[in-house]
């Protein structure tokens, strides 16, 4: 089942700070954090695991909350670059699972 | 580097026509995946491949099928296209090595089915 991500939509002026929330109705073992600039393929942006691990980008943050089975992306002091829409994905099927199921996106506008 | 290149790019079908999309990559991963992105509804998975000679079905399988005879390449077939095929179909590929990384994906196959 897909993961649930809030909001759908958000305009930023440059400089302000964002929050995306992602939520499953499983059990997650990792969250996986892409971005899509219009007409492009999704980039990786991160990941983070079970037990507090995180792997990937430097000026972005993002925390996992296993109890709750949310994660949130933190866009702080954004820029024009971050506008685009954000995909997390979480495992198909479990903690063995590298196959990713991804929520419908949300999409962010930074204007200036 | 080509990292992972889709063929073709646009195609237009009509109901009915089968087509063939390519998914090669060069940088010997083992897994593989087809999604399909339709506006609102995010990447959905069609089917993916652990490995040559394997392939699995994902979220929305139905109309499609898949081949993975060369470990570099996967192919996503659609025998009788419909309307409800149009979309934009993603390739990705990552590494079985560690399970907790990125995977890579293609520009796109933009497909209209009319």
């Known amino acids: 089942q897909q993961p649930v991500q809030s909001p759908q939509a958000v305009i930023l002026r440059e400089g302000e700070d964002a929050v995306i929330n992602c939520s499953s109705s499983k059990a997650l073992y990792s969250v996986h954090w892409y971005r899509q600039k219009h007409g492009e393929a999704p980039v990786f942006l991160m990941i983070?695991?079970?037990?507090?691990e995180q792997k990937g980008h430097e000026k972005i943050s993002a925390s996992f909350n296993e109890k709750k089975q949310q994660s949130s992306l933190y866009l702080t002091a954004s820029q024009l670059s971050y506008s685009g829409t954000y995909f997390c994905?979480?495992?198909?099927?479990?903690?063995?699972?590298?196959?990713?199921?991804f929520g419908k996106g949300t999409k962010l506008s930074v204007i200036p | 580097n080509a990292g992972v290149t889709q063929t073709p790019k646009f195609r237009v079908l009509k109901t009915g026509q089968s087509m063939t999309l390519l998914c090669a990559q060069d940088m010997n991963h083992e897994y593989m995946y087809w999604y399909r992105q339709d506006p609102g509804m995010g990447l959905r998975l069609i089917h993916y491949s652990v490995g040559e000679g394997t392939t699995a079905k994902g979220e929305v399988p139905d109309g499609y099928n898949v081949s993975r005879l060369k470990k570099q390449n996967f192919l996503l077939g659609l025998e009788s296209a419909a309307p409800s095929q149009t979309s934009v179909y993603f390739c990705a590929s990552s590494s079985r090595q560690d399970k907790n990384t990125e995977a890579f994906f293609g520009q796109g196959t933009r497909l209209t089915v009319v």
């Open positions: 983070l695991l079970k037990g507090g």
């Open positions: 994905g979480t495992p198909l099927s479990g903690a063995g699972s590298y196959q990713l199921t």
